[in-house]
């Protein structure tokens, strides 16, 4: 049984076969050739977790190539030239470097070359390489994978028209182009629309050329599992599905070790320049005062911890193995200070210990990295 080429998960639904196809749509047999031609048997199947359509054949010699044999006509040219001119408008590439992944002999990296942006593209086939070139394009030889990286990256922005449906290792090719553009680098990219195919019933639509067929859904899970935010989906010209996406920025985190330090040094600053306080309580056994109770090297040493909940009441905490008791004991022991450690109802329990002990000395609540006088 296959697996499914972006989740590996076993494929088991299938929902069509299609006998006697053609085993390949480009470079098709000679005369001489015509008594080994045969017809195939495809199995088109559903990846029930990913929902990415696809066939549990091998992919075509030539997968890695970007042949275009219809002529760029018009119409085309038109349409491809406002698809560039709306994504150099709407997200500022004007001047910066824009890379077509597969770029063939540069039909649509010629169109781009004029708009403004330094273009250049990437593309596996020697022949087309030297026909874009004589165009006086920049096209760098190689196939875009996990593992390549253009010399004339890293870029603000690519560009990538019906290929990925070719591949058949989509994640390696997504992880290619993540690891060669900038922090925030767009992408728009296109693939043959599955929706189109169903509304109209195109059974012919289907070719082993094509090993994957994306719906929407589809198309955004794997650039999101991949590194990428989605900007836009959109249909394009009727049968082609556009995504729009950019590179997820990654994560900055705060000074957790410096908000810790600043938490321990105002608690422990304030027992030290009161010292009228002999008897310390904590409130709240949850996963907040138990972290803090745990991370923070206090120089004082709480008797016990309070907590609202009979569950955790003759129970310890972890790591700092305090007693958790009902809220009556520390009415009735009256505590010189109560330190609340449940940021999100500090208030409340303050008023909770005002209104059953009111001559309470001292409340202090931990809240982000404030410690606050109740």
């Known amino acids: 049984m296959s697996e499914c ?3 590996k998960r076993l494929l088991k639904k299938k929902i069509f076969q299609m006998d006697n196809m053609p085993s390949r749509v480009q470079f098709l047999p000679a005369e001489h050739e015509l008594d080994d031609d045969k017809g195939m048997l495809l199995n088109l199947y559903e990846c029930e977790y990913c929902g990415l359509i696809q066939f549990d054949c091998s992919p075509v010699y030539y997968y890695k190539d970007v042949i275009r044999a219809v002529g760029l006509s018009q119409t085309l040219k038109k349409l491809r030239i406002k698809q560039y001119k709306d994504l150099i408008e709407k997200y500022d590439l004007s001047g910066k470097k824009v890379w077509e992944v597969g770029c063939g002999g540069g039909e649509f990296l010629a169109l781009l070359d004029g708009l403004g942006v330094s273009a250049s593209g990437v593309e596996h086939n020697d022949d087309l390489i030297q026909k874009a070139e004589k165009n006086g394009l920049t096209v760098n030889k190689g196939f875009v994978d996990r593992d390549y990286i253009d010399p004339n990256g890293p870029f603000d922005a690519f560009v990538s028209f019906n290929y990925l449906e070719h591949q058949p290792d989509p994640v390696s090719m997504v992880e290619g182009i993540y690891n060669n553009l900038k922090e925030g680098g767009i992408g728009l990219l296109t693939v043959p629309s599955f929706e189109y195919f169903i509304e109209k019933a195109s059974y012919y639509e289907f070719m082993r050329d094509h090993i994957a067929y994306y719906t929407e859904r589809a198309l955004q ?5 991949n590194g990428f935010d989605v900007c836009e989906v959109s249909r394009f010209n009727g049968d082609t599905t556009q995504i729009i996406v950019r590179k997820r920025t990654p994560v900055v985190l705060p000074d957790f070790e410096g908000q810790r330090i600043k938490i321990e040094q105002k608690l422990n600053s304030f027992v030290e320049s009161h010292k009228d306080i002999e008897k310390i309580a904590v409130w709240g056994a949850s996963h907040q005062g138990l972290t803090m109770m745990a991370t923070l090297e206090l120089q004082f040493e709480p008797q016990y911890i309070v ?3 009979p569950l955790k009441w003759n129970a310890y905490s972890t790591v ?19 330190i609340i450690m449940a940021p999100a109802f500090s208030k409340e329990i303050a008023k909770q210990i005002r209104d059953n002990v009111p001559d309470m000395k001292y409340i202090l609540a931990v809240k982000d990295d404030e410690v606050l006088v109740l």
């Open 320 to 338: 700092s193995h305090l007693a958790i008791v009902d809220p009556k004991r520390a009415y009735a022991d009256k505590p010189d200070l109560i």
């Open 5 to 7: 080429i972006i989740c």
């Open 307 to 309: 907590d609202s909940s």
């Open 221 to 225: 899970n794997l650039f999101l599992l």
